[in-house]
C-alpha cells in the first residue's frame, strides 16, 4: 500500500524520522549526511529538501526549508501531520554582542513576525520545550562550545527590522535604527527570521522545539563570519545539534 505524502515536504511517516532537524540552506544537508548514518535523500521539491537516516542508531529527519517562518511552518504543519515529536532548528542568526562563530541557545523570542498569531495570541510566550533546552545547555556545554543563552528578536523583514540598507542620495530615506537596534538595550542578543513562529506554532501543534543558532552577522558592527571559519562553525553547528538529539534520547531511556 502506497504511503500517503505530505503536501509540500512529499514525504510520507515511513520516510520521516519522529526527530526532525530544520535548517534553511539546502547546502547545510551535505554537512549533516556526512556525519549521519545511512543518510538519503528522501524528496526534493521547490525549497523544500529532506534526507533521513541515523546518528548513534537515533533516527534524525533533516529538512531544507529556505528562509522565513512561512515556510518554516509549512514544514511544521506537515510534520505534524506525519507525527513527528521533535523539532530543532539549527540555523544562522544576527548576533548582538554575542561574538561571531558562537552558538545561541534560544531561551525565548520576540513576536514581531506575523505568522504565529494565527496559532496563538500575542500575549501567549515563545519558549522552548525545557527538557529539550537543559539537555542542549548540558551537551554544548559538555562539548565545550562557546555558548550564548537568551531572548532574540525574529522578525520577517530583515532590511528594515534587523539590519539597516541605506543608500547615499538613494531615495526612500530609511528609518535611524533598526528595530533589533531599538530593542537591544533591553537584553535581545540576537535576531532571526524564524524562532519565535517555530515555538509558537509547536507549542499550539504539540511539538517539542528549540532553537540553536551560529552568530554569523554582527549586528553592531555590521561585519559577517568570513567563509572558511563560516564552513568549520557550520560543521560544528551539524554535529552539535546531532549530539544534542541524541543526549535527548539517552537521557529519556534512563
Not at 500500500?1 to 526527530?19: F, H, R, V
Not at 527538557?131 to 554544548?140: G, I, K, M
Not at 526612500?172 to 538595550?185: D, F, G, M
Request: proline content about 6%; glycine content about 6%; hydrophobic content about 40%.
Amino acid at each position: 500500500m502506497t504511503q500517503k505524502k505530505s503536501w509540500y515536504l512529499k514525504i510520507s511517516s515511513q520516510d520521516c524520522a519522529p526527530n526532525v532537524i530544520l535548517v534553511g540552506d539546502p547546502a547545510r544537508l551535505t554537512i549533516f549526511a556526512q556525519l549521519m548514518e545511512h543518510a538519503q535523500e528522501i524528496a526534493h521539491e521547490r525549497e523544500f529538501k529532506t534526507i533521513t537516516g541515523t546518528y548513534k542508531n537515533v533516527p534524525v529527519s533533516v529538512i531544507a526549508v529556505g528562509i522565513g517562518a512561512p515556510a518554516a511552518l509549512i514544514a511544521l504543519e506537515e510534520l505534524w501531520e506525519l507525527g513527528v515529536e521533535v523539532v530543532v532548528r539549527a540555523g544562522t542568526g544576527m548576533s548582538w554582542g554575542v561574538p561571531l562563530g558562537n552558538f545561541i541557545l534560544v531561551q525565548a523570542a520576540a513576536r514581531n513576525e506575523g505568522i504565529s498569531k494565527d496559532y496563538l495570541p500575542l500575549n501567549f510566550p515563545a519558549v522552548p520545550n525545557i527538557e529539550l533546552f537543559q539537555t542542549f545547555y548540558e551537551t554544548l556545554r559538555r562539548e565545550g562550545a562557546p555558548l550564548s543563552c537568551g531572548i532574540i528578536l525574529t522578525s520577517d523583514s530583515f532590511y528594515t527590522d534587523l539590519f539597516p540598507h541605506h543608500v547615499e542620495g538613494k531615495h526612500p530615506p530609511r528609518p535611524s535604527k533598526t528595530l533589533l537596534e531599538q530593542y537591544a538595550p533591553f537584553g535581545l542578543i540576537s535576531a532571526d527570521m524564524e524562532t519565535a513562529a517555530l515555538y509558537i506554532a509547536a507549542q499550539y501543534l504539540g511539538i517539542k522545539s528549540l532553537s540553536l543558532l551560529l552568530a554569523t552577522v554582527d549586528g553592531i558592527h555590521k561585519q559577517m563570519l568570513d567563509n572558511d571559519k563560516r564552513i568549520q562553525k557550520e560543521q560544528e553547528l551539524a554535529r552539535l545539534t546531532l549530539e544534542g538529539i541524541h543526549h535527548y534520547h539517552t537521557s529519556r531511556e534512563r
